[in-house]
């Protein structure tokens, strides 16, 4: 608990200008990066040309690029990286699909997804579009997919995440959203069962 008080202050110094707060904040978050970092490359091939360092190199060069944030908290934090890092690879998977097309590689089923790291990464693109048309039509399910799923929060750090960006919600109806979000993506992906991609 002292730790998350400490990154949220430093958080807040930082958005308000505080450069050294940055300095001070990176090595408290910089573990936590890279779990996401590991957790995001898991499930891709085992040849991945960006490593986990990399990956989290990039996230703090697109934060920085970030206008102002009005940071709330530890978990804000690390949901706005879970997007950033999604979207860095997102980018590298749609041009080495580019660059591979006409090889004969086809989209998998996302009930393969366990073995993912040794197929091409159209499974993060293809959920990656999904998700953009979910949180087109509802942007809560959407957010609480992304903080769930790529950011690896629970459903309370979730429901603390959302209420503290001026939306207040409860426990149940993350997990009423979630098991929502679930069964569309599954439907818009042709995934409806035996599903081990969205847990």
């Not at 993060?124 to 979910?134: D, K």
């Not at 603390?160 to 207040?168: A, D, F, Q, R």
């Amino acid at each position: 608990m002292v730790l998350n008080e400490s990154i949220t202050e430093l958080l807040i110094q930082w958005s308000h200008g505080d450069e050294s707060a940055l300095e001070k904040l990176t090595p408290l978050v910089y573990d936590e990066l890279h779990r996401l970092a590991q957790h995001y490359l898991q499930r891709e091939r085992e040849n991945h040309t960006l490593q986990a360092t990399a990956l989290i190199h990039e996230t703090f060069l697109r934060l920085l690029e970030v206008p102002q944030i009005e940071w709330q908290n530890r978990n804000h934090f690390i949901g706005l990286a879970a997007n950033i890092m999604r979207r860095i690879l997102v980018d590298h998977a749609r041009a080495r699909c580019a660059s591979k097309r006409g090889s004969g590689e086809h989209n998998l089923p996302l009930s393969r997804a366990e073995n993912i790291g040794s197929q091409p990464n159209w499974n993060l693109v293809a959920l990656h579009e999904a998700l953009e048309e979910l949180t087109k039509d509802f942007p809560r399910k959407g957010k609480i997919v992304e903080l769930r799923f790529f950011g690896g929060l629970s459903h309370e750090e979730i429901a603390e995440v959302i209420s503290s960006e001026g939306t207040k919600i409860s426990l149940r109806t993350v997990e009423r959203d979630w098991e929502f979000a679930r069964a569309w993506l599954y439907q818009r992906l042709g995934e409806t069962k035996n599903n081990e991609y969205l847990t």
